[in-house]
């Protein structure tokens, strides 16, 4: 008798996607295992060494790397603070409030970052910040940053906020608490995982971005992806790959991150 | 549960409905004046003239649009005819990403339905698996592919090393390096949204099929994609438009021949030999294909929906 | 027991969403201390009456009153009255003492004499050795005596509850109804009981508003509310009822002469009706005696037999094909009919009831 697996499983489709997941980590594991190479030449090996670590540190190129991951860590952190701000109002506006007037379009903005190509987008700045004569920098790669931000931070925060019933809310003010203290004391706090996890996701989304940061940093100015670009083109060295190392872990670690805080809230909030 | 949709809504919404504008205004404000406002002035600055270090002058013009389009000035003395080097390029990127999609199809799909097959406690650590190097930094994924694949690189080393080949594969530069750059950056979109549909999908539908003498093959054919159809369009949709005006893997894998758009218009904005007007031009030309296909893809959205 | 004060005055309240609309114009009063039960069918308007009061429904027309001040326009959140939610909607992120002290710390209450409130309520519900345990760590039961524990903290003018029973299983739901009419008693507050089981009705209420498609069909006690139903709806919704055609001849001094089906002459009080026309008469299943064919008002052909356990139900044929259900208590001495067997039916005049419509 044929199992109801059957109808489930596709021969090949299991090699395909052993194959696929191979594709995907291939260069990254390539990368790490040869950023422990000791010998100059990057594609003979030369025994394991952690040189090119501590060449990342204090070789000569540290300070401009370091001052570039500075650079990007200060800008992440700020640019998630403020998109996640500005999604978590309107993601408030989005799914408590009905239908009201210039909702479709409100909604069209949000996603406008995502459906932008980024390469226009970095033009559009570009060309916006020298229109009106403000200097490109750390501000104008900051001013970008939030505004691609903010969808990434309106996804988990507005579908959190979706999940939970109206009526602990209405149960606030029917206990006397007025709207505000209702948000405060209810909605907030049951909003915690959702903002969380748009924070991180914001954040790791403006720590990643090169294109746009690439338009509007003006000379002068670095931040981890564009330094690291400028490097490569200048032929692909050791250290990078230690540094790329270094970004595939913090990358992961944040995103788990990301991934176990939402969870971890939707464990905690089940109801009998 | 919510409480009753049309009768929940009353006390709390009502709350809520009177402050929606001073709750989007942030966000409409940010947007609005950085990207919007930037947008348009983009579109603007393709209709000014070229400034000789980059910039503009505010003299209005079909410059840019006309060196885009055309080898002689649209006014000559002569018609102009077609200049197709730019629009060979975009040509050529709208190539390059369809191959890219359709890769990120065939491998993305028999993913997708595997993991969604999967036991459910194991298929989110299968989603997890497919995700996590999404999460890293494009940039360093590009690179990584770029060290990869090149002729000095590991993969050649180990295929000399074995004797399948003489002499390394010149992967690098070439339209292939591109777009295994392409379908690296972009797979798990493709894979994401066909897994919901799969998910979603109803496996009495097959038993149905099965039972009235078809084969897997062509029950997949008839009957299953036809239903996860939807997730296929989002997962193309999610594909395409990064791979057309991307601008990393073309870069970095690419060389010379074969240019993008989107090193294209980088190009206009370095420096002195820059061309701004025509960079916004080429811009604003991307920017009205991409949203050319948005729009195609919600209208048929709707028209779904309204069935 | 319950005074002659009104705590809710509701007056000709209208609730229009958009052309639907579900309150046509609804007038009642509920007394001080009283059990008030809004009873009826789904959308029958009894829960967006309740919301009403408690203020999450905006009426679109008509005042209400809460001991004499018009809390009409005022917000949910200034009304003194407080709800026990079908839900419970207890706040998942607070422990059950955070979640009972709630709304004393909003009405400014310190710290220490809301715990002591606290304290007294959760003993008041039997749940003293629960008050650090978070909801989901919680029964079902345990959850709704912790939702009314916190909408009593407060000490609320009137009570509302959003059919708090439905969500518990039988025996629990019986125990349950003790105890709420218990509690209301012991808090002297008015309860303001949503649902949409009868029984609960009868069994828990001093008093039940009947409401159907949005309006009022009868208040009064359970008793009156059986006894004396004042139309179809209401005798047919609440229990069984037998619902006869009759032509009534005519009306003198309160009483009715009617005919019943079959032909036979009847006299009953007059209630409704006021003059010669034709009617229903309303007579409950448990209040008709079988006897010998012809002894009685009416003759009947057994069709079935329910066994009930505490009843047997018998489904009858008039000879007009109107169908009527008699129940016999089952007993020993009870003889039940066959089925196809005609018989006898004795109806109690003070048992049935006279309905103009």
Request: charged share 15%.
């Amino acid at each position: 008798m044929a199992a109801k697996t059957d109808l489930r499983r596709f021969p090949g489709f299991l090699t395909i996607t052993v194959l696929c997941l191979f594709v995907l980590y291939a260069p990254l594991i390539v990368v790490a295992v040869y950023s422990f190479n000791a010998s100059t030449s990057i594609t003979k090996w030369g025994g394991t060494s952690l040189a090119w670590y501590v060449d990342v540190f204090t070789g000569p190129e540290a300070p401009k790397f370091q001052q570039a991951a500075i650079n990007s860590l200060v800008i992440a952190v700020t640019a998630a603070i403020a998109a996640t701000a500005i999604a978590t109002l309107a993601a408030v506006a989005m799914t408590r409030t009905g239908r009201f007037r210039g909702k479709t379009l409100s909604f069209a903005l949000i996603s406008l970052p995502l459906m932008v190509p980024e390469v226009v987008t970095a033009v559009a700045s570009l060309v916006f910040f020298t229109a009106i004569g403000f200097t490109t920098g750390l501000t104008t790669i900051l001013i970008a940053h939030i505004v691609f931000c903010i969808p990434f931070a309106y996804l988990p925060i507005s579908a959190r906020m979706q999940s939970i019933p109206d009526m602990y809310e209405q149960a606030a003010m029917d206990l006397y608490a007025t709207p505000r203290e209702a948000f405060k004391l209810v909605l907030l706090p049951l909003m915690t995982p959702g903002i969380l996890s748009g924070f991180l996701l914001a954040f790791i989304i403006s720590l990643d971005d090169f294109l746009i940061t690439n338009f509007v940093k003006g000379a002068g100015v670095e931040t981890l992806p564009t330094a690291i670009f400028g490097s490569v083109k200048q032929g692909i060295k050791p250290n990078i790959m230690a540094i790329s190392t270094l970004m595939l872990v913090v990358s992961v670690v944040f995103v788990s991150l990301s991934w176990l805080v939402g969870r971890m809230g939707q464990d905690k909030n089940q109801e009998t | 549960m919510a409480a009753g949709a049309p009768m929940g809504g009353g006390a709390v919404s009502n709350v809520y409905k009177g402050n929606t504008a001073k709750l989007m205004a942030p966000a409409w404000a940010m947007i609005g004046i950085f990207l919007l406002a930037p947008v348009a002035m983009m579109v603007m600055y393709s209709f000014l003239t070229k400034e000789f270090r980059g910039g503009v002058i505010w003299d209005f013009t079909i410059a840019a649009y006309d060196q885009f389009f055309f080898d002689r000035g649209l006014f000559g003395d002569e018609p102009p005819t077609i200049e197709w080097t730019y629009i060979g390029i975009f040509w050529r990127s709208i190539w390059q990403a369809g191959v890219a999609t359709i890769a990120c199809l065939l491998i993305g799909f028999p993913t997708a339905w595997f993991i969604a097959t999967r036991r459910p406690s194991t298929r989110s650590a299968w989603l997890f698996l497919v995700t996590i190097p999404y999460w890293v930094n494009l940039l360093i994924r590009t690179v990584s592919m770029k060290f990869l694949i090149r002729d000095t690189g590991p993969l050649n080393e180990l295929l000399l090393w074995t004797g399948a080949v003489t002499e390394p594969l010149g992967l690098i530069n070439t339209n292939f390096a591109v777009q295994l750059g392409l379908f690296y950056s972009y797979l798990p979109f493709m894979v994401l949204p066909i897994y919901a549909a799969v998910e979603r999908y109803d496996f009495s539908l097959s038993e149905a099929a099965a039972d009235l003498y078809s084969n897997i093959w062509t029950t997949l054919w008839l009957v299953i994609l036809p239903v996860v159809k939807p997730g296929i369009v989002a997962g193309c949709i999610l594909v395409f438009v990064p791979s057309l005006g991307a601008f990393l893997a073309p870069d970095l894998l690419g060389g010379a021949k074969t240019f993008m758009i989107g090193s294209l218009i980088e190009e206009q904005f370095k420096g002195s030999a820059g061309n701004w007007p025509f960079g916004a031009a080429a811009s604003t030309i991307l920017l009205s294909i991409v949203m050319a296909v948005l729009l195609f893809y919600a209208r048929s959205q709707n028209k779904g929906s309204e069935r | 027991m319950a005074s002659a004060e009104i705590a809710v005055d509701i007056d000709n309240v209208v609730k229009r969403y958009g052309s639907f609309t579900a309150l046509h114009g609804v007038s009642l009063g509920i007394r001080e201390n009283e059990f008030f039960t809004l009873l009826g069918p789904s959308g029958c308007g009894k829960t967006t009456l309740l919301r009403s009061i408690a203020g999450f429904e905006e009426v679109t027309g008509g005042t209400i009153r809460l001991k004499g001040e018009d809390i009409t326009n005022l917000p949910p959140h200034k009304r003194p009255v407080n709800t026990v939610f079908q839900q419970y909607a207890l706040f998942p992120h607070m422990t059950v003492t955070e979640n009972v002290m709630f709304g004393l710390l909003r009405k400014g209450w310190s710290k220490p004499e809301s715990i002591q409130r606290v304290n007294q309520v959760l003993e008041m519900v039997q749940l003293g050795d629960y008050a650090q345990r978070k909801p989901s760590q919680l029964s079902g039961g345990q959850q709704q005596r912790v939702a009314l524990a916190r909408a009593l903290a407060p000490r609320p003018a009137v009570l509302l509850l959003d059919e708090p029973l439905s969500a518990l299983d039988l025996k629990l739901r019986q125990a349950v109804r003790v105890e709420l009419k218990a509690l209301q008693r012991e808090t002297g507050i008015a309860f303001v009981f949503v649902t949409h089981d009868q029984e609960e009705a009868l069994t828990m209420s001093d008093r039940i508003a009947v409401m159907s498609d949005g309006e009022v069909q009868q208040i009064g006690s359970p008793p009156e509310i059986y006894e004396t139903p004042v139309n179809r709806f209401v005798a047919d919704f609440i229990g069984e009822t037998n619902l006869l055609d009759v032509d009534v001849h005519a009306v003198s001094d309160g009483m009715a002469r009617l005919s019943l089906p079959g032909g036979n002459g009847f006299t009953c009080p007059a209630a409704a009706m006021r003059g010669p026309g034709k009617g229903h008469l309303s007579v409950r299943p448990e209040r008709i005696a079988l006897c010998a064919q012809g002894a009685g008002e009416l003759d009947a052909t057994v069709t079935g037999r329910v066994y009930l356990g505490t009843d047997i139900q018998l489904h009858l044929r008039l000879a007009d094909d109107e169908a009527m259900t008699v129940r016999l208590q089952n007993s020993e001495t009870t003889v039940v009919p066959a089925e196809g067997a005609t018989v006898g039916l004795k109806l109690e005049a003070g048992a049935a009831r006279l309905l103009a419509d």
